[in-house]
């Protein structure tokens, strides 16, 4: 299944589990087994009854609080003073910053992806690494407490995002090279580097591989967490069989 259908029905889960916690509700209310007049505990039993069915639709545990804060804040988003609004605005923007303009959200490559990451660099014999959009710098890290020898590199530029990455690196730093950029990709000399990394969407890869085709040197590894490049044959994909059915798509732009 696709990134956006797996989005699409795990929304559809909520609001069937919501939908379902509701119409339990009323029944109860009508069998006079919940007070009616008890809005805090109505709000709570909406709150934890629709969780406890969306675990068990199976419902990413990513999504519970989003079925958790739904109700309340339904019921009493009106009682919430402005500025709270205004700071989650901001955080969301600062979050998703370049989405609109660059069609990449956020969401970040996960464990077992990153021990993957982990075996490639240490087979391929790479020195230098660099994560194009690096997140919160997660995969930066691991791989820099694997291989300590490695140079990691990111670039990032949604701010809340960067300055993440930037601080979980912080205690990396004095091993050698981990940097994180707050610079665009687009302006990443990918000459440098052994291993380029990225885990965007289906939009940039395109534009960016014809960008790795041009700058990366011979031997180097272009590899692309879930999207291909359209049209070109990656040299050999690693299947992860994880939840998301991560595939790891290697690519040599500068040739072998
Ligand atoms: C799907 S996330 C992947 C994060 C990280 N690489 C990981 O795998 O955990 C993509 C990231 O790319 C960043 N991004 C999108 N366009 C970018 C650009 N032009 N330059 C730098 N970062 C960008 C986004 O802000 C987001 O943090």
């Not at 989005?7 to 889960?13: A, H």
């Not at 990449?104 to 240490?122: F, I, M, Q, S």
């Not at 939009?203 to 291909?228: C, I, Q, R, Y």
Request: one cysteine or more.
């Amino acid at each position: 299944m696709g990134r956006w259908q797996r989005q699409i029905l795990d929304w559809l889960k909520v609001a069937v589990s919501q939908g379902l916690m509701i119409a339990l509700l009323i029944g109860a209310a009508r069998l006079s087994i919940v007070p009616s007049g008890n809005v805090a505990a109505i709000v709570a039993a909406q709150a934890i009854g629709a969780a406890a069915i969306g675990l068990l639709l199976r419902l990413r545990l990513i999504w519970l609080p989003v079925q958790l804060l739904l109700p309340v804040g339904l019921v009493y988003g009106g009682a919430a003073p402005a500025w709270i609004y205004l700071l989650a605005f901001a955080a969301i923007a600062l979050v998703s910053w370049n989405a609109p303009s660059e069609q990449v959200p956020l969401y970040l490559t996960n464990r077992k992806t990153r021990e993957a990451l982990a075996r490639l660099v240490t087979e391929s014999g790479a020195s230098s690494f660099v994560d194009l959009g690096c997140g919160t710098g997660s995969v930066l890290a691991s791989l820099k407490r694997s291989h300590p020898r490695l140079a990691v590199a990111g670039v990032e530029t949604a701010p809340l995002v960067f300055a993440l990455a930037w601080l979980r690196l912080l205690p990396l730093r004095g091993r050698g090279v981990a940097s994180v950029a707050y610079r665009s990709l687009w302006k990443e000399d990918l000459s440098r580097y052994d291993i380029v990394y990225c885990f965007l969407s289906p939009a940039p890869m395109a534009k960016l591989h014809a960008k790795a085709t041009s700058e990366m040197k011979p031997g180097a590894l272009f590899v692309s967490n879930s999207f291909k490049v359209p049209d070109v044959e990656p040299e050999r994909t690693i299947e992860l069989g994880d939840g998301r059915q991560t595939g790891l798509h290697l690519y040599r732009p500068g040739g072998v």
